[in-house]
């Protein structure tokens, strides 16, 4: 399988914020990464496909970037709404697999 | 809007087998370029795919779960099911169903999920 690798783990920062994840794979996936937000009690909710698309009705302020290995999603201006868990995940070969998250915790 | 709602036990006994439906309503269960598939997140943790099922019928299962994993799909009922078996604490999770978009899509659209406990 290929192993998906977040970073950080966790992270805390101010309304306003540029915030940005990294996720690894451990192969070349092309662009085949998806990120997901899940609150608390909630089930996970899919932000981008395929890298970069950014779902229907999903705000304009985050987006996604990279191919191959490394992949980042970026929130450009954090709002209190976006704490959240931020999972990866690869659809290039089965089986899926998925990052381990990164917690968003508002300041 | 489609949606999927999962049904099953929330409690079950150690070595016992877990079944699991899935109801899809809002949308066809058969629609052109979408496949079903079964997710896991114990209490706490990361997300873990377990398998997939496609209105044919065919399946892939993750392969640490292969051995115990059974999926199935009713097109006439708009359901699909998981069953897993010889249960352990490990296998204490929330367990949801989604949507999955064919050709390497990702996961579109989930279940609200539902809570597992594997105890005596």
């Known amino acids: 399988d290929i192993p998906m690798t977040q970073s950080p783990s966790s992270l805390s920062a101010s309304v306003g914020d540029r915030v940005t994840i990294t996720c690894r794979a451990s192969?070349?996936?092309?662009?085949?990464l998806n990120w997901y937000q899940q609150k608390p009690g909630r089930a996970p909710k899919l932000l981008i496909s395929g890298a970069s698309n950014l779902e229907s009705g999903v705000p304009a302020r985050f987006s996604g970037g990279g191919s191959g290995t490394e992949f980042t999603l970026t929130i450009s201006s954090l709002q209190p709404e976006d704490s959240a868990t931020y999972f990866c995940q690869q659809s290039e070969n089965m089986p899926w697999t998925f990052g381990q998250g990164t917690k968003v915790e508002i300041e | 809007q489609l949606q999927l709602q999962e049904s099953g036990p929330g409690l079950v006994k150690p070595s016992e087998t877990l079944s699991l439906t899935c109801t899809v309503s809002?949308?066809?269960?058969?629609?052109?370029?979408?496949?079903w598939g079964w997710i896991r997140q114990p209490p706490g943790k990361g997300l873990e795919w377990i398998g997939t099922v496609y209105d044919s019928g065919h399946t892939y299962y993750n392969p640490p779960l292969k051995t115990r994993v059974t999926m199935s799909i009713d097109t006439s009922k708009s359901q699909f099911s998981l069953k897993l078996k010889s249960l352990t604490a490990a296998d204490t999770a929330i367990y949801y169903c989604?949507?999955?978009?064919?050709?390497?899509?990702?996961?579109?659209?989930w279940g609200q999920g539902t809570l597992v406990t594997v105890s005596s």
């Open positions: 192969e070349n996936i092309r662009i085949y």
């Open positions: 809002g949308g066809s269960i058969s629609s052109f370029g979408h496949y």
């Open positions: 989604a949507r999955g978009r064919n050709g390497g899509g990702p996961f579109d659209s």
